[in-house]
């Protein structure tokens, strides 16, 4: 079975960086695309950054330029380095492989307050 597990969240000020990791087990890593999402409380899960397996990345507007997605197939690991983090960050992070049926670990929560 497929397993996802987020880790590297945490409680930060505004400006300061996280780096997120999700480790997958149970599919054959390098042959996924990966995303990472992200769902405030209240809110819609959105998807943050696309990582295709030609390493192409893609990022949705508001992370520009502040987040990068990256993986590492050796370690079927994938990364969310997020730098000068807004209160807007604020939500929990899940990684995804885009397989049907979609699959989802319990993610790892960022707060950024001051």
């Known amino acids: 079975q497929v397993q996802l597990v987020e880790s590297g969240g945490g409680l930060v000020q505004p400006g300061e960086s996280l780096r997120l990791v999700c480790t997958a087990t149970g599919i054959n890593f390098s042959n996924y695309p990966m995303f990472w999402f992200r769902q405030a409380p209240g809110g819609w899960r959105e998807k943050v950054a696309t990582i295709d397996t030609d390493f192409s990345t893609g990022y949705m507007e508001s992370v520009k330029g502040r987040f990068t997605i990256a993986r590492d197939n050796a370690k079927n690991t994938l990364y969310l380095q997020m730098n000068n983090l807004k209160p807007q960050d604020t939500a929990k992070y899940y990684c995804?492989?885009?397989?049907?049926?979609?699959?989802w670990g319990q993610g790892t929560q960022v707060t950024v307050s001051s």
């Open positions: 995804n492989s885009g397989q049907v049926p979609s699959y």
